[in-house]
């Protein structure tokens, strides 16, 4: 499945370092999603954006910061983060905001040293 | 806010067996989406019930929506190798956007 893509796969970061997630859809979708996927824990939903616009951000630290420039493409840049948020961090977009099934994208898992 | 939980959170099954796995809320479901996500992989959707006492069926796997829509089933028939993975339930909420709440999982191991 490539409708939805997420770049880099792995990633392995200091705890000083700055990066970034992408995400992008193919399917013309109009809203996305980052969930983050710990292990045993349930999946978390972090930020959701519909038509380029915020619209939840479910109490995620500011060293997480998400940005969406247009409906195909989502960012979550990374600053200061720390061992805990080590994880698989997971794209995800669907039609519309409040219907339909969410497409996912294969995740980037995140080591924090 | 809501959450629903899944029971059992393991299931070893042999090869051939059927099983249950069950997604169960103290409060009204607006409606469930039922995901599977091999291990490695990401999660994919398999359903969405939404009417009281649905089911709804896909080859070897059933799923259903309780009467009073407070929990909700996957029954796998005849398990094989490739149902190996973590099934997980997911509610829509009734806010303005309709998050999706997922439970915690059902992961499966199915031994030949």
């Known amino acids: 499945e490539t409708g939805v893509t997420q770049t880099p796969r792995h990633l392995v970061m200091g705890m000083t370092n700055k990066k970034s997630l992408k995400c992008e859809q193919h399917?013309?979708?109009?809203?996305m999603y980052w969930y983050k996927q710990s292990a045993k824990k349930p999946l978390e939903l972090m930020f959701v954006?519909?038509?380029?616009?915020?619209?939840e951000n479910n109490s995620v630290p500011s060293r997480f910061s998400p940005e969406c420039p247009n409906s195909s493409h989502l960012f979550l840049h990374l600053h200061t983060l720390q061992p805990e948020d080590s994880a698989l961090y997971l794209c995800?977009?669907?039609?519309?905001?409040?219907?339909?099934?969410?497409?996912f994208g294969p995740g980037t898992r995140l080591t924090v040293l | 806010g809501q959450q629903v939980m899944q029971i059992p959170q393991y299931q070893h099954v042999q090869e051939g067996e059927d099983f249950t796995t069950y997604c169960n809320s103290s409060t009204t479901l607006s409606n469930i989406q039922w995901y599977k996500q091999r291990p490695g992989g990401h999660p994919v959707f398999l359903i969405q019930l939404v009417k009281s006492g649905e089911v709804k069926k896909q080859k070897r796997l059933t799923f259903q929506f309780g009467e009073a829509k407070k929990n909700s089933s996957l029954h796998i028939t005849a398990t094989q190798t490739t149902d190996v993975g973590t099934y997980f339930c997911a509610e829509r909420s009734t806010d303005s956007w309709g998050k999706l709440q997922f439970g915690a999982g059902t992961q499966v191991v199915v031994t030949p």
């Open positions: 399917l013309g979708h109009n809203a």
């Open positions: 995800a977009s669907s039609r519309r905001l409040r219907l339909n099934e969410q497409f």
């Open positions: 954006y519909s038509l380029e616009e915020r619209v």
